[in-house]
Nanobody
Framework: QVQLVESGGGLVQAGGSLRLSCAAS????????MGWYRQAPGKQREFVAV???????NYANSVKGRFTISRDNAKNTVYLQMNSLKPDDTAVYYC???????WGQGTQVTVSS
């Protein structure tokens, strides 16, 4: 089973940017898609963005126009570029595969107002 390790989170002021990385222990090309999800304190985990094997992307309405998902198959890594961050973006961010596998430890993103 592919292991996923998220990184790149941190504390940023509102309006700032962060780039998250999700490094896989094996080939990500074998999966239908790779996605980012997030879980804010006291809330359910929610979908953020997805990128298919062919490169098509889709985003949650709350992040559309601000976040960009991309992938580097050679590095087995998926990225999430987050711009114009808002306090509501504060959460632990996770990546996962499609079909879905085990969750990693996630990376904390905190946006201060």
């Amino acid at each position: 089973q592919v292991q996923l390790v998220e990184s790149g989170g941190g504390l940023v002021q509102a309006g700032g940017s962060l780039r998250l990385s999700c490094a896989a222990s094996g080939s990500i090309f074998s999966f239908n898609a790779m996605g980012w999800y997030r879980q804010a304190p006291g809330k359910q985990r929610e979908f953020v963005a997805v990128i298919t094997r062919g490169g098509s992307t889709n985003y949650a309405n709350s992040v559309k126009g601000r976040f960009t998902i991309s992938r580097d198959n050679a590095k087995n890594t998926v990225y999430l570029q987050m711009n114009s961050l808002k306090p509501d973006d504060t959460a632990v961010y996770y990546c996962n595969t499609d079909p879905m596998g085990s969750w990693g430890q996630g990376t904390q993103v905190t946006v201060s107002s």
